[in-house]
T-cell receptor, first 116, second 113 residues
Framework: GAVVSQHPSRVICKSGTSVKIECRSLDFQATTMFWYRQFPKQSLMLMATSNEGSKATYEQGVEKDKFLINHASLTLSTLTVTSAHPEDSSFYIC????????????FGDGTRLSIL | AQSVSQHNHHVILSEAASLELGCNYSYGGTVNLFWYVQYPGQHLQLLLKYFSGDPLVKGIKGFEAEFIKSKFSFNLRKPSVQWSDTAEYFCAAVSGNTGKLIFGQGTTLQVKP
């Protein structure tokens, strides 16, 4: 069964709206979570590393003020797309790193964000 | 910069055909390698991984991959594909202990019944 829950699965909203996406590890504590973005027919691009209790680390070219990440607990990380515009429309995927497990990361089901 | 390359973007096979998907990485030093599969409408699933030891790694659903250090490659193979193998396949690598996965471009596999 799923060990990472990502919510919502799909969002459609108007330009200028801020959208929050949640990523929860269900049966393990994830001190580190990752946020990826996937454009159609393309691969996953790492956006940022979310560390519990500290600031997120963003990859080059990713605007930290645009994509706000909060990792307030060992089981929850949130990504907020602030003042979203059509170019932010994409598929966002989170993953949680179970350092004690036998997989490097467990992935959420993703969130399809469509900005009108 | 660290990168992962998949050379086959779209592969079409008939059932029972053999499969080999190419993956090359550009990391130096210790590298851990993975193949993920994404079935239509589903989340990423781990097929197999290589950390160390035997360079021929066997995964789920009959897949295997071979780590060839001299070629910086980690190609995915399956002797006989099934229609249910139709999916997107991603090669990924992580260097060091950061946990950060770098993905290849992905390969769309279409298996015709």
């Amino acid at each position: 069964g799923a060990v990472v829950s990502q919510h919502p699965s799909r969002v459609i909203c108007k330009s200028g709206t801020s959208v929050k996406i949640e990523c929860r590890s269900l049966d393990f504590q994830a001190t580190t979570m990752f946020w990826y973005r996937q454009f159609p027919k393309q691969s996953l691009m790492l956006m940022a590393t979310s560390n519990e209790g500290s600031k997120a680390t963003y990859e080059q070219g990713v605007e930290k003020d645009k994509f706000l990440i909060n990792h307030a607990s060992l089981t929850l990380s949130t990504l907020t797309v602030t003042s979203a515009h059509p170019e932010d429309s994409s598929f966002y995927i989170c993953s949680a790193w179970d350092r004690g497990g036998n997989q490097p990361q467990h992935f959420g089901d993703g969130t399809r964000l469509s900005i009108l | 910069a660290q990168s992962v390359s998949q050379h086959n973007h779209h592969v079409i096979l008939s059932e029972a055909a053999s499969l080999e998907l190419g993956c090359n990485y550009s990391y130096g030093g210790t590298v851990n390698l993975f193949w993920y599969v994404q079935y239509p409408g589903q989340h990423l699933q781990l097929l197999l991984k290589y950390f160390s030891g035997d360079p021929l790694v066997k995964g789920i659903k009959g897949f295997e991959a071979e780590f060839i250090k001299s070629k910086f490659s980690f190609n995915l193979r399956k002797p006989s594909v099934q229609w249910s193998d139709t999916a997107e396949y991603f090669c990924a690598a992580v260097s060091g202990n950061t946990g950060k996965l770098i993905f290849g471009q992905g390969t769309t596999l279409q298996v015709k019944p």
